[in-house]
């Protein structure tokens, strides 16, 4: 779905992105993880349209999409989710997912006035669209409410239901973890496993949380110095003492998971 070839980034002497080389393919939920400064956030935003690229190639679909704005990679199915949420938060989270759609009729000045029946027949599919989407993230009892008045897992939860608003065919998700408390991210988790089972997204996701990326990708890219360290299976990837060294620190392949963790969630501070 998305390649990735011999991509360069520099921000005057720095390379944050160098040769990086990667596949995302068709119907997966691949997880990209790496130490702070690995690149793995630029490479994101070059991807999304966020960041021209220095030199190299984006591919979506087979497409070359190298440099096109973030608009209209959304309007080619590439969308992606930020590690702080961006909802408005004096909309209601059904006025949040009924504003993505593009080329909505009452939009126009000219439509409001003279096609009022063509707007209120388009707005209702639409809300009837996301009162569906809501009821599939089971947040139907705060459908009403004020979306800043949420937590931090329902407004996570929010900006995927926005991916599910438009025919997406793959959502790049920066750390939809971070924030969230277990129960939540378990939810959001459950969510993103039945869009890819049941609507065929394709998911590349930035997670510091080796557990969740554990239970839900396959496969595992690791990142190291702007360029592509490993590739495999979690278990492969946490076993790669190349990934060991990079990413938790010489010597520590004795670790418990527990402590595993807390390194890497402490990691996650200060990422870029």
């Known amino acids: 779905m998305i390649e990735v070839r011999s991509v360069y980034k520099q921000f005057g002497g720095v390379h944050a992105v160098e040769n990086?080389?990667?596949?995302?393919?068709?119907?997966?939920?691949?997880?990209?993880?790496?130490?702070?400064?690995?690149?793995?956030?630029?490479l994101f935003n070059i991807i999304a349209g966020n960041i021209v690229p220095s030199s190299g190639q984006i591919l979506l679909d087979g497409q070359d999409v190298t440099g096109l704005p973030p608009h209209q990679l959304f309007?080619?199915?590439?969308?992606?989710?930020?590690?702080?949420?961006?909802e408005f938060s004096t909309l209601t989270v059904?006025?949040?997912?009924?504003?993505?759609?593009?080329?909505?009729?009452?939009?126009?000045?000219?439509?409001?006035?003279?096609?009022?029946?063509?707007?209120?027949r388009q707005e209702a599919?639409?809300?009837?669209?996301a009162m569906d989407v809501i009821n599939f993230l089971n947040l139907g009892h705060v459908a009403e409410e004020l979306a800043?008045?949420?937590?931090?897992?329902?407004?996570?939860?929010?900006?995927?239901?926005?991916?599910m608003m438009v025919d997406a065919k793959v959502v790049l998700l920066d750390e939809?973890?971070?924030?969230?408390?277990?129960?939540?991210?378990?939810?959001?988790?459950?969510?993103?496993?039945?869009?890819n089972r049941d609507r065929g997204y394709t998911f590349c996701m930035i997670e510091h949380d080796m557990d969740f990326i554990g239970k839900l990708c396959n496969p595992v890219i690791v990142m190291a110095e702007g360029t592509v360290l490993a590739e495999g299976t979690s278990e492969e990837v946490r076993n790669n003492e190349a990934v060991i060294e990079a990413y938790l620190g010489r010597g520590l392949k004795n670790k418990t998971p527990q402590e595993m963790r807390a390194m890497a969630d402490a990691n996650s501070e200060g990422d870029a």
């Open 125 to 129: 599919e639409i809300r009837e669209r």
């Open 75 to 86: 309007k080619k199915g590439l969308l992606r989710t930020f590690q702080l949420a961006h």
């Open 94 to 120: 059904l006025e949040n997912l009924m504003m993505v759609p593009d080329h909505q009729l009452g939009e126009g000045l000219m439509s409001a006035w003279f096609s009022w029946g063509e707007v209120k």
């Open 20 to 42: 990086a080389t990667l596949k995302i393919e068709r119907g997966s939920i691949t997880g990209l993880i790496g130490p702070n400064g690995a690149g793995k956030t630029t």
């Open 176 to 195: 939809v973890g971070a924030g969230v408390n277990r129960t939540l991210l378990g939810e959001i988790g459950d969510a993103i496993v039945r869009l």
């Open 148 to 163: 800043g008045n949420l937590s931090g897992g329902q407004k996570k939860l929010i900006e995927l239901g926005r991916t």
